[in-house]
């Protein structure tokens, strides 16, 4: 064993979406006492940690990621005395509880942003990011913003722009400031002191902006044209020396995990994040494979993928981080589509293909995040008109590039069918009743319509169904640390459909075989590896036999001879 053992290491991860999950109160709205009802679910599927999406007071413009009280509840969603009351009743359980720690950005309603943009000379106007603009005053730099428009907003009770890297309503905080630092230190000890055992931190390689703030310099940029910027404030100068800070200030005091999340870092970028002698974080997450779809144009543009390069991706990964830092598992959050709609088949067979791409999430090495539904292999949704969509990520994209692009709009249309952030969003299906039995009122955001078919009801009733497969998976991982700590070494590395893989640990050896398409694959592989004791668990029914000829989507992990 090559590193040291942990419980975030061995512990799978469930992410909840609050407003999505469970609701209690008829408001359409998924809350607390929604959640507190659901927990002898999440105990039946065995998971070790709860990653809560956002709960504090918010004007939900980006759905509780735009914070206006850091330290109390969001209305939508019950009081702290609620909050305190999950707490517990996961703990009960023996599950703990990671927050979600947004401190790139506040919201422009946050009592810090309503001071800081009262007066140049308030005490607080420094814990944002503020410019005056050019001589004929344009925007301080050509930076556009991930919500689509510019990363600027000017504010007229003082004169001067203020950056947001997302929408307008999410001013960045300015972490050169030292005072504002140990301001979000403070509220971290809060709820670090109230009992909470993780934190999973929001775009924290963006809070080190390079110092100028420098535009984006391109020959094949028109004047006035906005471009991305990334490389002025991802993974930016400080962004390390802040992290070992709060580390040393605040992480180090509790035994906590922490998850950073980081698009565009590098391997030896996330090496730096979480090698262990560096103090900062315990692990991140990439996107390399998130990215996998897109084309030139980007998120939008929808490209084509096949397995060499998703399987290029995840082992250039699993080698990368094999023996410093640790990697995070996962192919879906409240951010993507649904996993088994984006990597597998959620038509014919959607059993088959949510379960194989289960097996691989929790036979890599790495801690596997789950998503809420994926375990019952919810899919995406293909709503028909643009008013049904909510989501300010994919509402700002199509005025962008619709309304004010002359953008073709059913291709926009499909691209949100395709990778659209609702598609995650749509309300948790628990039951064949009216809305799921997500709520007894309007729905915030419509349900899937498969509603009737695919749900929890329907899952714990089928004894084949996406849920045990997942049950087993996990219960699996407690017993085997060779899941948790084996080395992983790739086989077959340019089959076309296949990935297969190793894990091992001293005498114990696993064989990993993933049919990543709807044909039967036969599989060659060396004679020592055909040395087979038993299957460890498989999604097909009855077992293949000698493992001659993968099925469609066929996931099978065999213990070897050694
Ligand atoms: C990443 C979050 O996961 C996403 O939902 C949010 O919109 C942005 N960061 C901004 O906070």
């Known amino acids: 064993m090559s590193l040291k053992r942990a419980f975030w290491k061995e512990a ?88 979600d720690l947004v401190i790139n950005h506040s919201s422009d309603e946050h009592a810090w942003f309503v001071e800081s943009r009262s007066s140049k000379d308030n005490p607080y106007r420094d ?123 605040v992480l180090s005091k509790y035994n906590i995990m922490t998850v950073g999340e980081t698009p565009g870092v590098t391997v030896e970028d996330a090496i730096k994040y979480t090698a262990e002698d560096r103090n900062e974080l315990q692990m991140v997450f990439q996107f390399e494979h998130m990215d996998i779809d897109s084309g030139p144009a980007g998120k939008w543009d929808i490209a084509p993928w096949n397995l060499k390069q998703l399987r290029a991706i995840l082992h250039k990964w699993q080698a990368g ?30 059993v088959q293909s949510a379960t194989m791409l289960g097996t691989l999430l929790h036979t890599l090495k790495g801690t596997p995040y789950i998503y809420q539904g994926e375990e019952i292999g919810m899919t995406n949704v293909k709503f028909p008109v643009l008013e049904d969509y909510q989501d300010i990520e994919t509402l700002n994209m199509y005025r962008d590039k619709v309304t004010g692009g002359g953008a073709d709009h059913e291709t926009i249309l499909q691209a949100i069918h395709t990778k659209g952030r609702d598609n995650a969003r749509t309300p948790m299906q628990w039951d064949a009743s009216e809305n799921a039995g997500f709520t007894a009122g309007t729905p915030w955001l419509k349900l899937n319509p498969n509603y009737r078919e695919i749900n929890v009801e329907q899952a714990l009733a089928d004894p084949d169904s996406v849920f045990y497969y997942y049950q087993r998976l996990i219960k699996l991982r407690k017993k085997n640390p060779v899941m948790v700590y084996g080395e ?40 020592e590896l055909q040395e087979i004791k038993e299957l460890v668990i498989g999604n097909y029914p009855e077992e293949a036999g000698a493992h001659g000829i993968l099925r469609p989507y066929e996931a099978g992990v065999y213990r070897l001879n050694t």
Request: proline share 6%; no cysteine.
């Open 12 to 99: 799978v991860v469930y992410q909840i979406y609050p407003r999505s999950f469970q609701d209690s109160n008829g408001d359409g709205i998924g809350d607390l006492q929604g959640i507190i009802s659901r927990l002898d679910y999440l105990e039946k599927l065995g998971i070790d940690v709860v990653w809560l999406s956002p709960v504090y007071k918010s004007p939900n413009d980006d759905n509780g990621y735009d914070i206006s009280d850091y330290e109390d509840i969001m209305d939508e969603f019950g009081t702290l005395q609620d909050w305190e009351e999950l707490l517990a009743g996961l703990h009960a359980r023996g599950i703990k509880l990671m927050m």
């Open 127 to 249: 814990y944002y990011i503020w410019r005056p603009g050019g001589e004929n005053g344009e925007r301080p730099n050509n930076w556009s913003s991930i919500f689509s428009g510019p990363a600027w907003e000017l504010d007229e009770a003082t004169g001067e722009y203020y950056l947001h890297l997302f929408s307008r309503k999410q001013p960045d905080l300015n972490w050169e400031n030292p005072r504002l630092r140990d301001a979000l230190y403070k509220m971290m000890t809060f709820w670090l002191d109230k009992g909470v055992d993780g934190l999973r931190m929001d775009v924290i390689n963006m809070i080190s902006k390079v110092e100028g703030l420098p535009s984006v310099q391109h020959e094949d940029l028109a004047p006035g044209e906005l471009a991305g910027g990334g490389e002025y404030y991802m993974n930016g100068p400080r962004v390390h020396e802040f992290l070992q800070e709060m580390n040393a200030k």
């Open 321 to 350: 981080l094999a023996e410093q830092g640790w990697n995070s598992l996962y192919l879906n959050n409240h951010d993507q589509p649904r996993m088994v709609s984006r990597f597998g088949n959620d038509g014919e067979y959607r």
């Open 488 to 527: 992983y070494n790739l086989l077959l590395p340019d089959h076309e459909y296949i990935y297969a893989y190793t894990r091992t640990l001293a005498e114990e050896r696993w064989l990993v075989l993933l049919n990543f398409s709807d044909v039967p694959q036969p599989v060659d592989l060396p004679a």
